[in-house]
């Protein structure tokens, strides 16, 4: 069975840092482009991050750029979101997602994912 879990969420005081991993079971995520999706209450669901299976292609939403910063290490099937310098409006369940697709510049784009992880609380708050 296909699953993605991710881990990593909590509370944090502004200007703080997280790491969130999203590991998969059930499959290799080689051939996979992963992105991070968060959603906070009231809000719709947007990208936040997207790396694609290789590696070698990043995207990141403006409202993260230079504060998050994603990366995979195959070997460990897994994919992480380390988010530092934390503000109260990155307070979200955050979510990893997987395609076996190239989503070049549109992976910030939640309807291409087909796997979806359960979500970890991120808290920002002081």
């Known amino acids: 069975q296909l699953q993605l879990v991710e881990s990593g969420g909590g509370l944090v005081q502004p200007g703080g840092s997280l790491r969130l991993s999203c590991a998969a079971s059930?499959?290799?995520?080689?051939?996979?482009?992963i992105g991070w999706f968060r959603q906070a209450p009231g809000k719709e669901r947007e990208g936040v991050s997207c790396?694609?299976?290789?590696?070698?292609?990043?995207n990141y939403a403006d409202s993260v750029k230079g504060r998050f910063t994603i990366s995979r290490d195959n070997a460990k099937n897994t994919v992480y979101l380390q988010m530092n310098s934390l503000k109260p409006e990155d307070t979200a369940v955050y979510y990893c997602a997987a395609v076996q697709l190239d989503v070049g510049p549109y992976g910030l784009t939640a309807s291409l994912y087909d796997y979806w992880g359960q979500g970890t609380q991120v808290t920002v708050s002081s």
């Open positions: 059930g499959f290799t995520l080689d051939y996979y482009a």
């Open positions: 790396i694609s299976s290789l590696g070698g292609s990043t």
